[in-house]
């Protein structure tokens, strides 16, 4: 039977929140702003499920930049990528899944041209057997549509199950269990009191691949 493993890409196989600082850093300084309008950047951003237009709609008016909003837009998506690092221990770790004979795929929402950005940006693409991303694909987590289109694309059924492993209690974890996978969440303590049912829960992605790894070891 194929192992099937899906994984969330921002703060799940990147660290997406430190990305966006770094971005936050240089558009501050960039644009002679006070160092303290970082923190406000973070927090406007909101772990990224703000919408970029409607955050970068904010940033110009407040700030009173010129030009349009399409063209930060364009810009913080040919920028963001480059901010962007996954440890090698995950790509390892991928790799290694991959050896003890799973089928390894990501799933994303997010534009298409900022996340494939990101996985190639990181050496991911190497090290996975497939991708899907939302705005390539015209459907979102939590819709199975898009596990659907991961899992063939990595030559695997859902029907057959597997693991879903991500940071979001409804993205990752309600929509992992909706199509029946179990599922190991990434806590990293953006959701108090918002906790999932997972069947596993860590703090760092490469614990959850341990778990899986175990599983085929029998440890």
């Known amino acids: 039977m194929t192992r099937l493993a899906l994984f969330d890409l921002d703060n799940t196989l990147i660290d997406r929140d430190a990305a966006f600082r770094s971005w936050a850093e240089e558009f501050v300084d960039g644009h002679g702003l006070g160092a303290e309008e970082v923190e406000r950047l973070v927090t406007l951003d909101g772990h990224g499920y703000l919408p970029r237009e409607t955050l970068l709609a904010q940033v110009k008016e407040d700030y009173g930049l010129d030009g349009r909003v399409e063209d930060l837009w364009a810009a913080y998506r040919r920028r963001i990528p480059d901010f962007v690092h996954c440890p090698p221990e995950v790509r390892d770790g991928l ?3 991959r050896t003890a004979g799973w089928r390894v795929a990501i ?4 534009h298409a041209e900022s996340q494939l950005g990101k996985i190639r940006r990181t050496g991911l693409d190497e090290v996975v057997d497939a991708w899907a991303v939302s705005g390539a694909e015209g459907v ?8 659907e289109i991961a899992a063939t694309r990595a030559g695997a059924s859902l029907g057959a199950g597997g693991w879903m492993i991500g940071d979001h209690p409804v993205m990752d974890m309600a929509g992992g269990r909706a199509i029946g996978f179990a599922t190991i969440w990434i806590d ?3 959701w108090t009191g918002q906790e ?6 860590v703090t760092d992605v490469t614990e959850a ?3 899986l790894l175990s599983e085929v070891e029998g440890r």
């Open 188 to 190: 990293r303590g953006g």
């Open 196 to 201: 999932p049912a997972s069947d596993h829960t």
């Open 95 to 97: 790799a290694r899944l």
């Open 140 to 147: 979102r987590k939590p819709d199975r549509g898009l596990f």
């Open 107 to 110: 799933v994303t929402n997010g």
């Open 209 to 211: 691949i341990g778990i």
